[in-house]
Every structure is written in C-alpha cells, then in structure tokens.
T-cell receptor, first 115, second 113 residues
Framework: AQSVTQLGSHVSVSEGALVLLRCNYS??????LFWYVQYPNQGLQLLLKYTSAATLVKGINGFEAEFKKSETSFHLTKPSAHMSDAAEYFCAVSAFSGGYNKLIFGAGTRLAVHP | KAGVTQTPRYLIKTRGQQVTLSCSPISGHRSVSWYQQTPGQGLQFLFEYFSETQRNKGNFPGRFSGRQFSNSRSEMNVSTLELGDSALYLC????????????FGPGTRLTVT
C-alpha cells in the first residue's frame, strides 16, 4: 500500500525567502510522485511530477522537487517565494494498480508568504 | 483547449436525498477520476473510469457510484445522503490510465443539511 506524509501542516516564509515543503512517501513498488497546488475555491493544479526519469524535476512557477529513494522523500522547493505562492500544497503518490491514476494524497501544507 | 468542467458548482441537499454530479473531461482525455475532499479526511480517491469501465475504486460505501459515457463524460451519484457526505467533489481527467498526470476541475461543493 502507498502512503504520503507531509511534514508541517502550515509553513510561513517571507517574500524572497526559500520555500521548502517536505514530503515522504511509502510504496512497495516504484512510484509516480506528484505535487499539486490548490488556491482558495479552486481545484488542484499540477506543479510537477516524477515518473522514474531524472531525479530532479522542474515544474511550473519556479518550483522543483528532488526524488531521493534512500530517504523516500520528494521535497518541494522554490528559491524565492512570491506573495502569489500562498496556497495549499499537496504531495501525492501513485503506484501501478491497473494504471497510475489512483492518487494517494498527503494531508497538505498551507503556505503563507509574508511581505 | 477547455479544461475539466464540473456541474453544478454548488449544491445543497437534505439528508436522505440522492445527488448526481457531472464531469466533462478535457477533450481527448479518456480517463476520469473522482476524489472527495473534506477538512477531516483530506483528499480521498473515489473511483476511476476509462472507456466506460470502472478500473479502480476507493474505500467508500456502495452509496457512492459512478459511470462514464461513450463521450468520456462522467457522473457520480450518492444515494441516501448523510451529513458526512458534505465535501468538495473533484473530478480529474487524464489522457490514459498509464499517464498518471491528472487535470482537475474546480469541483462541486456539496452541502448536506
């Protein structure tokens, strides 16, 4: 069975500071890993995905994540936070179960960005 | 290309009633998945449909059901509504079951009173 743990339900950073959102996964088979962002009253938007190619994955809006198998981690980073980055972020894992579209989500991390 | 659309966006129902939610995937996408989002349980997978067949199912009671039509549009139905069914229901579409890259709609906010 797969699972995802996001460390820190709330993270607060200053504008221009480094953003680091932590995600650890558990999977008995090679997983696909994803980061999604959700703005208030909206659905989820895909930021980036890892599908067993390069371990450093670049996404939209300047975000990137590194897959570390030895640490079972897939942390999301952005060098310089913008006010517009304030949102809730979800890490998700899927493993083959007739396909890869059954996502298991973490509990989410709400990012606040202060001027 | 238009994104995933869900109707209605907001819905208020009474306990014991049933409800049907609709999802139109991105043109060309054949896989549709449904998720329930609540403050207490977070995001939970309900089911996935591909070519009108349910391929995966989450851990929800039989009151939750779905179907997919030949044009890939999907509906989900919840019968005998309970207060705990109040949630944001999200639909996501994907090109194929192998893709793993899903695009989400804005959701339907269901309130059960």
């Amino acid at each position: 069975a797969q699972s995802v743990t996001q460390l820190g339900s709330h993270v607060s950073v200053s504008e221009g500071a480094l953003v680091l959102l932590r995600c650890n996964y558990s999977s008995s088979v090679p997983p696909y890993l994803f980061w999604y962002v959700q703005y208030p009253n909206q659905g989820l938007q895909l930021l980036l995905k890892y599908t067993s190619a390069a371990t450093l994955v670049k996404g939209i809006n300047g975000f990137e994540a590194e897959f570390k198998k030895s640490e079972t981690s897939f942390h999301l980073t952005k060098p310089s936070a913008h006010m517009s980055d304030a949102a809730e972020y979800f890490c998700a894992v899927s493993a083959f179960s007739g396909g890869y579209n059954k996502l298991i989500f973490g509990a989410g991390t709400r990012l606040a960005v202060h001027p | 290309k238009a994104g995933v659309t869900q109707t209605p966006r907001y819905l208020i129902k009474t306990r014991g009633q049933q409800v049907t939610l609709s999802c139109s995937p991105i043109s060309g996408h054949r896989s549709v998945s449904w998720y329930q989002q609540t403050p207490g349980q977070g995001l939970q997978f309900l089911f996935e449909y591909f070519s009108e067949t349910q391929r995966n199912k989450g851990n929800f009671p039989g009151r939750f059901s779905g179907r997919q039509f030949s044009n890939s549009r999907s509906e989900m139905n919840v019968s005998t509504l309970e207060l705990g069914d109040s949630a944001l229901y999200l639909c996501a579409s994907s090109l194929s079951v192998q893709d793993g890259e899903q695009y989400f709609g804005p959701g339907t906010r269901l309130t059960v009173t």
